[in-house]
């Protein structure tokens, strides 16, 4: 059966259920801001713990990315990812999961050329970019004396 790519989108959007989209976005913000909500709770528990603020803000970014991970290693957080969809994607939690689900996917292909090759393939160009964009901007702002 030959069709043409319009015939094709048609055919794709016509068997494809509708997505929901206004729950979707309920569910990510409820899951996004519970996310938020544990990392306040974190912070409060270490700053409760005689830390000021900016080392309680350093060690509930390492609880937090401890945590993600956990919950990576464990399948939990892709099961409550399913649930919260673009919720868990809060920039902390969701790049400690981007770092370890590549590394658990390819464990079997060993320490080096698996897990350890394969581990930034989601989260290197978010590092390589991101730093780029940095540098961009840092230049802009020296170069208009904003800095």
Same mark, same amino acid.
């Given at each position: 059966?030959?069709m043409?790519?319009?015939?094709?989108q048609?055919y794709?959007k016509?068997?494809?259920?509708?997505?929901? /989209?206004w729950?979707?976005?309920?569910?990510a913000?409820?899951? !996004?801001?519970?996310i938020? @909500?544990?990392?306040q709770?974190?912070? %409060?528990g270490?700053?409760?713990?005689?830390?000021n603020?900016?080392?309680a803000g350093?060690?509930?970014?390492?609880?937090?990315?401890?945590?993600?991970a956990?919950l990576?290693g /464990?399948?939990?957080?892709?099961?409550?990812?399913?649930?919260? !969809?673009a919720g868990t994607? @809060?920039?902390?939690?969701g790049f400690? %999961?981007?770092?370890?689900?590549?590394?658990i996917?390819?464990?079997?292909e060993g320490?080096?050329?698996?897990?350890?090759?394969k581990?930034?393939?989601?989260a290197?160009?978010v590092?390589v970019f991101?730093?780029?964009?940095?540098?961009i901007y !840092?230049?802009?702002?020296?170069?208009?004396?904003l800095?």
């Amino acid at each position: 059966m030959e069709m043409t790519p319009k015939e094709y989108q048609e055919y794709v959007k016509k068997m494809s259920p509708d997505s929901p /989209l206004w729950k979707d976005m309920a569910m990510a913000f409820l899951i !996004g801001g519970l996310i938020c @909500v544990v990392g306040q709770l974190v912070q %409060n528990g270490w700053a409760g713990l005689g830390l000021n603020k900016e080392d309680a803000g350093s060690a509930t970014a390492c609880t937090m990315v401890f945590l993600s991970a956990l919950l990576t290693g /464990l399948n939990l957080y892709n099961k409550l990812a399913r649930f919260g !969809g673009a919720g868990t994607l @809060v920039p902390i939690t969701g790049f400690a %999961n981007a770092v370890v689900s590549p590394a658990i996917d390819f464990k079997s292909e060993g320490f080096v050329t698996g897990m350890a090759a394969k581990m930034f393939v989601i989260a290197g160009p978010v590092i390589v970019f991101g730093t780029l964009a940095s540098v961009i901007y !840092g230049v802009i702002l020296m170069l208009f004396g904003l800095a």
